[in-house]
């Protein structure tokens, strides 16, 4: 089955330090691939997408994942984080062959910016 | 434009009995997924909906069931209630399947003793 892996669970930064966050998928076919973020109190908003050509993406508040194909991997980064960043964030995989549109999400990240 | 809209925010039921959860798609949109967020997980697959028909289920059980309206609106019904199905219920909505965004509303808090 198919399955996406969050490292790291809970992650502590002070403000302008840099983040990545990492996540790996184990289908080896075509995928689109998503970062959510939810914010306290908030619901599931979209941080960025990839679905194909260039492999670094770069989505809201200064946000970019890379997609390394032959890792099976869509890590997120962000050079200098803010308080603000303050949330969760799902990495979550679309399989286009057979899978129709069912997102399988990771268990989450849980980021905490101190200022 | 409007949003992904849920109803209710929050329910309370005991177990055994059966709940009907609300959703709005967002204007445009034709596909409805529901998804369960236990708490510290991840969001689960449970089913999908376009034009009215179920296309793709999770793997839950045979007691949690939906609708899809022809103004794409849709329900999620579960019967039967367990404790374990205390969890966040998602509804979220796209415009085709495949290689399309979907957009999440806020979720149903479902709380069952």
């Known amino acids: 089955a198919q399955s996406v892996s969050q490292h790291n669970h809970h992650v502590i930064l002070s403000e302008a330090a840099s983040l990545e966050l990492g996540c790996n998928y184990s289908?080896?076919?075509?995928?689109?691939l998503f970062w959510y973020v939810q914010y306290p109190g908030q619901h599931l908003q979209l941080l960025l997408k990839y679905f194909s050509g260039d492999p670094l993406v770069k989505g809201i508040k200064g946000f970019e994942a890379e997609f390394i194909k032959s890792k099976f991997s869509f890590n997120l980064r962000k050079p200098s984080v803010q308080w603000s960043d303050t949330a969760e964030y799902f990495c979550?995989?679309?399989?286009?062959?057979?899978?129709?549109?069912?997102?399988?999400f990771g268990t989450g990240t849980q980021l905490k910016v101190e200022l | 434009e409007t949003g992904v809209t849920q109803s209710p925010t929050h329910l309370i039921k005991t177990r055994g009995q059966q709940v009907t959860l609300r959703c709005s798609s967002q204007?445009?949109?034709?596909?409805v997924s529901w998804y369960q967020q236990a708490l510290g997980q991840g969001p689960q697959f449970i089913f999908q909906y376009y034009r009215e028909e179920e296309n793709g289920r999770g793997n839950f059980p045979p007691r949690f069931s939906g609708l899809q309206f022809p103004n794409y609106s849709s329900e999620l019904n579960v019967n039967a209630l367990e404790l374990d199905d205390s969890a966040l219920y998602l509804c979220a909505s796209s415009l085709a399947l495949a290689k399309e965004t979907q957009y999440f509303g806020p979720g149903t808090r479902l709380l069952v003793l």
């Open positions: 204007s445009g949109h034709n596909t």
């Open positions: 979550a995989v679309n399989r286009l062959t057979g899978g129709g549109n069912k997102l399988t």
């Open positions: 289908y080896g076919g075509t995928v689109n």
